[in-house]
């Protein structure tokens, strides 16, 4: 089994709380070398790929207010730690992208059968794939029905954390209400029948933004 690690979270974990460098260091390679412990226990012999650190997103071109809302500085030995991590680990790095997008590309070349994403990520849900969740050490399977539906209610509720707000005033329940038990198509039209109600004229162009900004993988 392949564990398709998305370490960049971690890395900011491991530096929040964090005493001084010795402790980054032992709080990254406990919960790391943990995540590598269940799966091996689950899925017998197991080889992870660290996936992290990409640098220029594309997104930031298709719109330059993606992720504006992070303007807290970075934790303490952040840096120090991203170099120590480089210095010990093959970590797989892109330009252009973003760790999840690459991830996400690890995920489609082993299939959704010979791999794992190690992740607290929830964007990946919008895959058919299993997930480990180091944090709660719990697996997450996801079926192809579910990953649509996660995609779709994504364009509607948006991400707040990367400052993606597309459909204010709609939101799970209304998802529920409207693309639960639909195939993709019918998701599709539900959703672009909002964006021009909300958009007007402009609802097309706004909902291939949002979808180039929120789907992983599209380049």
Not at 79 to 92: G, S, T
Not at 106 to 127: A, E, T
Not at 131 to 139: L, P
Request: glycine share 6%.
């Amino acid at each position: 089994m392949i564990g398709i690690f998305d370490i960049d979270s971690l890395i900011y974990e491991a530096c929040y709380g964090a005493e001084d460098f010795d402790d980054a260091i032992e709080s990254f390679w406990s919960r790391y070398n943990d995540a590598e412990y269940h799966i091996s226990n689950r899925y017998g012999e197991a080889q992870i790929i660290p996936v992290g650190f990409c640098r220029n997103n594309y997104r930031k071109v298709v719109d330059s207010n993606y992720k504006a809302n992070r303007t807290q500085p970075k934790p303490n030995f952040f840096d120090e730690l991203i170099q120590h991590v480089k210095d010990n680990l093959d970590v797989k790095m892109r330009k252009g992208i973003e760790t999840d997008d690459l991830v996400a590309k690890y995920l489609r070349y082993y299939g959704k059968d010979k791999s794992v994403i190690i992740s607290v990520d929830k964007d990946y849900r919008q895959f058919e794939c299993t997930i480990f969740n180091y944090r709660k050490r719990e697996f997450i399977k996801i079926n192809k029905e579910e990953a649509l539906y996660n995609l779709y209610e994504q364009m509607v509720v948006g991400d707040r954390a990367d400052n993606v707000l597309v459909c204010k005033g709609y939101g799970a329940k209304w998802c529920e209400n409207n693309l639960r038990g639909k195939n993709e198509f019918g998701m599709m039209r539900e959703v672009f029948t909002l964006y021009k109600k909300l958009y007007k004229g402009k609802g097309r162009e706004k909902m291939i933004k949002t979808f180039m900004l929120l789907k992983l993988d599209i380049f």
